[in-house]
C-alpha cells in the first residue's frame, strides 16, 4: 500500500507568488468564488507556477450561493466556466462551499443529488463543504453521507472540528481557525500534531489536500509541512519570549490601548521558550487599563508580566 500523499496549501495567496512558490506547492484560488476571471490570467497563472505546482478552484457563488445547487440554465452556465477555469489551470479539484442558511432538508438532499448526477465530471473531483451544525448531526449526517457515496462526491470538513461524512481516494480539508471570531486564528504545535494524528486515521485515502484558511494561513500552512516533513516545528517569531513579542507588536501604530490591542492581536500566538507557546491574549489581558504612547513603555509592562510565568 502506498504511503499517504499529504497535499499543504492556502485559500488563496497570502503572500507574494514568488514567496509562495517557494515554500509550497498546492493553492485553492478563491477569486474565482467572487468572479468570472479572465481566462489570459488564468493562463499567466498557469505558466508563472512551478511546473509540479498544483491549484484547485472555489466554484462561483451562482451555483452555490445564488442557486443553491439548482440544476438550471445558470448553474450549467456556471459550472461550464468553472471547469474551464480548471481546465487552464490544471486543476484536478473543484470545490463547491454552500452557505450555512442552505439548510439539510430533503428537498435540499433532492436538489444536490440531481445537480451532482447532471454536473459532467470532465475528469474533475468535485468536493462540497458544508456549513452549519445541522448537517454533523447524525440523521443528516448519514444522509449525507448515502448521497455523496451515491454520486461519488468528496465532503470537505475541518478535521479538527468534525469527520467526513465521505471521502473517495481523496479528504480534501479546510482549516478556518478555532477561535471566537472565524479566521482569527494562529494553530498551536499541539493542535498541528493533533491534525497529523486525525488525517492519519482516515481509512481508503491515497491523498489529503489539507487547505488553511485563517488569518496565519502560510506561516501554520509552512509549519505544518515541516512538522510532517522533519518532525520538528519550526519557530513561530525565530525568537522567544518579549523578543518574540516585540516581533508581533512592533507594527502597532501609538497611541493605542489595552483593549485595542486585545482585539487586533489577542489571537496570536506567543512562543515564550521553544516548545511552550500561549495566547497573546493571556498576556495582553493583564496590561493596565491604560493607553499607550509608545513601544517602549508597552514592552516594558509586557516583560514584566512574561518574567512572571
Not at 451515491?150 to 472540528?161: F, Q, T, Y
Not at 498541528?192 to 500552512?221: C, H, P, R, S, W
Not at 525568537?239 to 513579542?245: D, F, K
Request: charge should be positive; hydrophobic fraction near 40%; include cysteine.
Amino acid at each position: 500500500m502506498s504511503p499517504l500523499k499529504v497535499k499543504i496549501g492556502c485559500c488563496g495567496f497570502p503572500v507574494s507568488k514568488k514567496k509562495y512558490y517557494e515554500a509550497l506547492s498546492l493553492v485553492e484560488i478563491n477569486a474565482t468564488f467572487y468572479k468570472y476571471l479572465d481566462q489570459s490570467l488564468l493562463e499567466k497563472w498557469r505558466k508563472e507556477a512551478p511546473e509540479n505546482f498544483e491549484f484547485t478552484v472555489k466554484a462561483h457563488q451562482d451555483i452555490s450561493h445564488t442557486f443553491k445547487l439548482s440544476w438550471r440554465k445558470e448553474t450549467r452556465e456556471a459550472l461550464k466556466r468553472m471547469v474551464e477555469t480548471c481546465e487552464t489551470l490544471e486543476a484536478q479539484v473543484l470545490l463547491i462551499q454552500t452557505p450555512g442558511s442552505l439548510r439539510p432538508s430533503k428537498e435540499t438532499l433532492k436538489e444536490a443529488q440531481r445537480f451532482f448526477e447532471k454536473a459532467g465530471r470532465e475528469n474533475l473531483t468535485l468536493v462540497w463543504e458544508t456549513r452549519g451544525p445541522e448537517w454533523l448531526k447524525q440523521e443528516n449526517f448519514e444522509a449525507l453521507r448515502r448521497l455523496l457515496s451515491k454520486v461519488n462526491v468528496v465532503h470537505c470538513v475541518d478535521p479538527l472540528l468534525a469527520e467526513p461524512a465521505y471521502t473517495s481516494n481523496i479528504a480534501y480539508f479546510r482549516l478556518h481557525g478555532m477561535g471566537e471570531k472565524l479566521y482569527y486564528y494562529e494553530y498551536s504545535n499541539v493542535e498541528l500534531e493533533k491534525l497529523k494524528e486525525k488525517i492519519g486515521k482516515i481509512e481508503g485515502v491515497e491523498t489529503v489536500y489539507m487547505l488553511f484558511n485563517n488569518l496565519a494561513m502560510f506561516t501554520d500552512a509552512v509549519r505544518f509541512k515541516t512538522y510532517l516533513e522533519t518532525g520538528r516545528f519550526p519557530p513561530l517569531q525565530d525568537a522567544y519570549g518579549v523578543e518574540a513579542a516585540w516581533k508581533i507588536l512592533k507594527n502597532v501604530k501609538f497611541p493605542v490601548t489595552k483593549a485595542n490591542l486585545v482585539k487586533r492581536l489577542g489571537w496570536r500566538l506567543l512562543e515564550i521558550k521553544p516548545g511552550r507557546q500561549i495566547p497573546l491574549k493571556s498576556v495582553l489581558n493583564q496590561l493596565p487599563s491604560k493607553t499607550y504612547q509608545n513601544s517602549e513603555a508597552l514592552l516594558e509592562d509586557v516583560e514584566k508580566i512574561l518574567d512572571e510565568l
